[in-house]
């Protein structure tokens, strides 16, 4: 015959008396609960490293939060560890604090890359800098060079609209034009080039040939009438004989006017030598300004990087707040409920 304890189940041996549960005492429930108020998670440093490594590993979105592949794969490590410093200031005890924590490296982690996109933005604009104005410019001059072309005609006769534009108003326009020529260190070298090579003609022919005449005149007029006008003229070789006396040494008049032509291109060819001196100085001031203004993103990215951030600070601050609050709490602080202030409009 077997024996019943008193749970019903059968045993060979008789129940003892000192197997009972003793009841606890008040003063003991008392205790416990107020060693359960001081816990603030793990004291010992394996048991901090412990918590650490679990927090890192089974996080729901430490999963997530790390881009682990592509041009712009992140650093594992890197996150693991910045998790594991927060784990180590925070102390979390419980799942919920463990996942404000969580929550707090991630948003550290986002802008932290809030601030790699600013700094590729700020990239984009700067890395090509220096290509865009040369572009730029470039552009410039050859639309300069495009409209002193006799082919290309900034007013057309037969436009009303173009009819009713003045002398004054029409040299004010051709004089821009020009203007954009001599900015830039490539439409001075162009410049340059035409009257070397009306200087070579002179030195080899004793005149300047018609085309070259008629690009110095067109290149030159609306800024030095004279000069232009004298080199259109100066075709000596095929001048008319009348007005010229036979006691004037022909020869000796073509030599001094071809010298005196030609002293008057020397001359501005130095006048474009330091014109292209200034405007080199002027395009490096050019770029470093701009490159000190572009030193910020693009409006639309400011915009989108603001925003962002603002929603950030947000998470960050409200993922703060909770945590501060679960724990002053835990350790058996009186914190009152969080302030919910309504400010919008009243149904």
Sequence with gaps: MSLKNPSGNSSSRPPDPHDRKRPVSERKIQANRENSLKSTGPKTERGKRLASLNAITHGILAREVVIGAGDGEESQEEFQALTASLWQYYEPFGPIEGMLVEEIAVTWWRKARLIRTENGEIRKRQDTLSMDLLLRNSDKINLALLQSQPEMYLFNSKN???????????????????????????????????????????????????????????????????????????????????????ERNIEKDLLTDRAFITGVIDQKLKELDLLKKFSIERAKLALDAED?????????????????????????????????????QRKGENVPPPLNINLGPRT
């Design 160 to 246: 009303p609209a173009d009819a009713k534009v003045g002398t004054v108003e029409r040299q004010s326009v051709l004089q821009s034009v020009d203007r954009s020529l001599r900015e830039h260190s490539s439409g001075l070298t162009h410049l340059s080039a035409i009257l070397g090579l009306a200087k070579a003609e002179l030195a080899s022919d004793g005149q300047i040939s018609e085309p070259v005449r008629k690009n110095i005149f067109r290149l030159f007029y609306s800024t030095d009438l004279p000069f232009a006008t004298l080199c259109r003229n100066a075709d000596y070789l095929e001048a008319p004989m009348e007005g010229r006396t036979p």
């Design 292 to 328: 000190r203004s572009s030193s910020l993103p693009s409006g639309d990215a400011i915009d989108k990087i603001v925003r962002y951030e603002a929603h950030l600070d947000r998470k960050l601050y409200r993922a703060m707040d909770q945590l501060e609050r679960l724990q002053r």
